[in-house]
């Protein structure tokens, strides 16, 4: 099993940045594709970005495109979400999630989206946007 811890969150005025990290343990989590997910109150938990094992394949929802950066350093097993341009709407925990399911998966699978497509998951970092 992976263990993920995010950090990073915390409350910034509209159209400031922050970096969130997730870093994780238990197991090498270098050959699994990862994921950020965010939820705010009274809605269900929205996909955010996905990045693949190797780091070379990246998605995003299009709310975030041109503002949000997903990365990951396997050597360190971290992966970083840098969110710039901030807005009120990015309030939510995010969370770090894991594909644990399928190891070094081909670039030819269909880049993971869902929630249910994830395995293991942080406890979640508050970000909170100010207008």
């Known amino acids: 099993q992976v263990q993920l811890v995010e950090s990073g969150g915390g409350l910034v005025q509209a159209g400031g940045s922050l970096r969130l990290s997730c870093a994780a343990s238990?197991?090498?989590?270098?050959?699994?594709?990862m994921g950020w997910f965010r939820q705010a109150p009274g809605k269900e938990r929205e996909f955010v970005a996905v990045i693949s094992w190797g780091g070379g394949n990246k998605d995003y929802t299009d709310s975030v495109k041109g503002r949000f950066t997903i990365s990951r350093d396997n050597a360190k097993n971290l992966v970083d979400l840098q969110m710039n341009s901030l807005k009120p709407e990015d309030t939510a925990v995010y969370y770090c999630?894991?594909?644990?399911?399928?190891?070094?998966?081909?670039?030819?699978?269909?880049?993971?989206?869902?929630?249910?497509?994830?395995?293991?998951w942080g406890q979640g970092t508050q970000v909170t946007v100010s207008s």
């Open positions: 999630a894991a594909d644990l399911s399928h190891k070094y998966p081909p670039i030819s699978r269909p880049k993971p989206t869902t929630a249910a497509d994830f395995d293991s």
């Open positions: 238990g197991r090498t989590f270098s050959g699994y594709t």
